[in-house]
């Protein structure tokens, strides 16, 4: 028993919490699906295709639906993984914003159906008070684990979903009518993968031909198409995405304060780049671009390791915000450094940028300049090198006070959700 414990620590300290909780759902999807779909004699190790593939693709396993009589309120139903506080930041939360803004504008109901956790109302109530959104419906909740074929979800004839990743839209597709759905792609999420069936499966949703697309940001609708996904062309549209500034401003600090350094943290995430990220620091350190007597340096983040830079010096770390207090964050911040190996610029740079702070990230494919959301973005090649020299550039422009003002001043990003989406939702409500 004490080795068993020792090693769900160790894998919790290596892996995260995350990985540690995907783990348990991985082994109850075994032990349900060993018990359901068992086919052999008891006793052997021999297993059925069907057997083998959920237990390596649990996740996709689908929604078990019933249908009920239509009723007068039609829904939006929103399927995702969890909204958990630690998992609304970034795209969850512009689904959940999209589902409420098209729900309100259909005079539907909305429905947050979880497939990971049970929803927390709070968080959603929290989020939605944040950006001003009142439901002219009252908002259901619903779990849908993926380890329990137990949990059914109802559905009537003009149902709506939203679906948030392409495991989701793979739960639903079998559930539904294909042209109910709406998939709310925000990354290109084949490369989250190494080659292999993962990205397989994941390419074969993103190439589905019966289904709608919505693409956060015109630079990926780009990329999809200029990689061949003529389905997207053809049945997909993009949005820009908003950043109201009643969230996303600068904050007052002391005057005697040091200039404060952020870092998006995230070392389970290999598309952040994590250990990159700290070689850059190390070395901007090293050069006095960053001076520790004169910034305060800040990791933001997830599962974050206890770091000790050169000379002994240990980074702040900052984890479990909630929305606000990741608001209150970033507006106080001067220089950050934020990367994302693939073509979405990722929420942070553009967080940040709105808030006020010069931001180093990086290209990556047709992701080469971000100006046209804020002169106080700068794009470096994934080099260390050339990192460096980008936040060296950054704290030059942070240190001139007029200059990072008047680029804050000139950032072409949208400021209201309404704007960015007021299009797309009125094209959706109008469809028969």
């Known amino acids: 028993m004490i080795d068993r414990a020792y090693r769900v620590y160790y894998y919790w300290k290596t892996h995260g919490t995350s990985a540690l909780q995907q783990l348990v759902y991985r082994k109850l999807a075994r032990k349900l699906n060993a018990s359901s779909d068992s086919i052999v004699e008891p006793g052997t190790s021999r297993k059925s295709v069907t057997q083998l593939s959920r237990t390596r693709f649990e996740s996709l396993v689908p929604l078990q639906t019933y249908s009920i009589p239509q009723s007068n309120v039609r829904r939006i139903s929103i399927v995702t993984d969890s909204v958990a506080s630690g998992s609304l930041f970034g795209g969850v939360g512009t689904a959940l914003i999209f589902a409420a803004l098209l729900a309100n504008t259909m005079n539907a109901q909305l ?121 997207i062309a053809a049945n997909g549209n993009w949005f820009e995405p908003a950043f109201p500034s009643a969230i996303y ?6 005057s005697a304060a040091k200039k404060r350094f952020f870092f998006y943290a995230r070392p389970n995430n290999v598309r952040n780049l994590f250990f990159l990220g700290i070689e850059v620091i190390e070395r901007a350190i090293t050069e006095k671009v960053l001076d520790p007597s004169e910034w305060e340096i800040c990791f933001v983040g997830k599962d974050i390791p206890t770091v000790v830079f050169d000379g002994g010096f240990v980074p702040e770390k900052y984890e479990n915000l909630s929305w606000s207090e990741y608001a209150e964050l970033v507006g106080t911040v001067d220089v950050a450094l934020s990367l994302m190996s693939t073509p979405h610029p990722s929420y942070p740079p553009l967080d940040l940028a709105a808030s006020g702070a010069v931001v180093v990230t990086n290209r990556f494919g047709n992701k080469t300049d971000l100006s046209k959301y804020s002169p106080n973005l700068l794009c470096a090649d994934l080099e260390r090198d050339a990192l460096v020299d980008a936040l060296r550039s950054a704290v030059t422009l942070a240190s001139d006070a007029e200059l990072r003002e008047q680029n804050f001043r000139n950032n072409g990003l949208l400021g209201g959700w309404e704007e960015a989406l007021g299009g797309i939702i009125k094209n959706l409500s109008e469809e028969k």
């Not at 401003?249 to 002391?254: K, L, T």
Request: one cysteine or more.
């Open 111 to 231: 429905r947050i159906i979880t497939r990971t956790q049970r929803a927390q109302p709070e968080n959603i109530d929290h989020l939605f008070g944040l950006y001003g959104i009142k439901l002219k419906q009252e908002v259901q909740f619903k779990f849908a684990a993926f380890f329990d074929q137990k949990c059914e979800v109802d559905v009537q004839k003009d149902d709506l979903f939203v679906t948030t990743s392409w495991w989701t839209t793979a739960a639903t597709l079998p559930s539904v009518p294909h042209k109910s759905i709406i998939y709310l792609l925000q990354e290109d999420e084949r490369m989250f993968y190494p080659y292999g069936d993962d990205r397989v499966k994941c390419e074969e949703i993103l190439r589905h031909r019966d289904i709608r697309f919505l693409i956060n940001t015109k630079l990926l609708f780009d990329h999809f198409v200029g990689d061949g996904l003529s389905n």
């Open 249 to 254: 401003r600068p904050r007052q600090r002391a």
